[in-house]
C-alpha cells in the first residue's frame, strides 16, 4: 500500500490524496511538517519537501512526479485526458496551479494560518498586496481557460481540475473570498469541481482532522 508522507492542508498534498481516492487506491497518511521533518526524511524527498511517497523500497518526491507514477502504477480511474494534446495541456494546467496560482493564493493561508502556526506575525500588508496584484494576475489567466460549471476536458475530473481546484480551497481557509463578479467562470469552476464527491470527503476530513 502507498504511504504518503505530508500535511494534509498543502495543496500539493492534496493533490497527490486526491488522485488516489479518485483511483480507489488505498494509502497511508503520514502527516509530516515542512520545518518539522521525520529524521531521515531526506532520503525519500532530497529536497525536504512534502508530499513524498512510499510504497516497499521505493520512494518519490514531487507531487506532479508521484501522481505521473500513480497513473502508470493504477491505470484505473485515468486522470488524464485521451488525447495528446489533452494530455499536454493538462500538464501546463497542473504546472501553473503548482506554481503561479499556488503563490498567489496561498499568501492569505501562509499569512492567517501557516504563520500564527509558526509564532510569526500575520502580515496584512502581504496580504493586501497579493490580493491588489498577485491573485488578480493569476485570476484573470484561470478565467480564460475555465470553461465555467464543467471539467476542463472530457466532462471528467482529471488532473488538471484537481490541480487548479486545490490552492482554492487553502485561499478559503485562508479568509480570501473569490469574487463571483469579477471571475464569473472560476468562481462556477471552483464550486462545480468541490462539488464532485471525492472533494466533498476529502474537505470533509480535513475540517474533521482540524477539528471544525
Ligand atoms: N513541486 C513540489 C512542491 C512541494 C512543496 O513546495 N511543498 C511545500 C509544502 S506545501 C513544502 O514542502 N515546503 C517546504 C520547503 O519548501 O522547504 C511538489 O509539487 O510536490
Redesign the pocket.
Known amino acids: 500500500m502507498p504511504k504518503i508522507y ?2 494534509i492542508l ?4 492534496r ?1 497527490v490524496l486526491l488522485v488516489l481516492e479518485a483511483k480507489g487506491v488505498e494509502y497511508e497518511n503520514q502527516q509530516v511538517f ?2 518539522a521533518l521525520p529524521e531521515g526524511y531526506e532520503k525519500i524527498s532530497p ?5 513524498a511517497l512510499q510504497e516497499g523500497d521505493f520512494s518519490l ?4 512526479v ?1 501522481n505521473e507514477y500513480l497513473e502508470e502504477r493504477y491505470s484505473q480511474h485515468p486522470m488524464f485526458p485521451v488525447g495528446t494534446q489533452d494530455r499536454a495541456k493538462a500538464r501546463w494546467l497542473e504546472e501553473f496551479a ?1 506554481t503561479a496560482l499556488v503563490d498567489a493564493l496561498l499568501v492569505p493561508f501562509f499569512q492567517r494560518i501557516v504563520a500564527p502556526m509558526r509564532g510569526l506575525e500575520t502580515d496584512n500588508d502581504a496580504i493586501a498586496k497579493a490580493e491588489a496584484k498577485i491573485i488578480p494576475k493569476a485570476l484573470a489567466y484561470v478565467e480564460s481557460v475555465v470553461p465555467g460549471a464543467d471539467f476542463l476536458f472530457e466532462q471528467r475530473l482529471t488532473i488538471a481540475d484537481i490541480a487548479l481546484v486545490s490552492p482554492f480551497i487553502n485561499a478559503e481557509i485562508g479568509g480570501y473570498q473569490l469574487d463571483a463578479e469579477r471571475w464569473p467562470k472560476t468562481a462556477a469552476y471552483v464550486a462545480f469541481v468541490r462539488g464532485q464527491d471525492i472533494i466533498q470527503a476529502r474537505e470533509a476530513k480535513e475540517k474533521a482532522l482540524l477539528g471544525q
Open positions: 505530508g500535511a498543502s495543496p500539493y498534498v493533490k515542512p520545518g529536497l525536504g519537501k512534502i508530499p518526491s514531487d507531487s506532479t508521484i503548482d
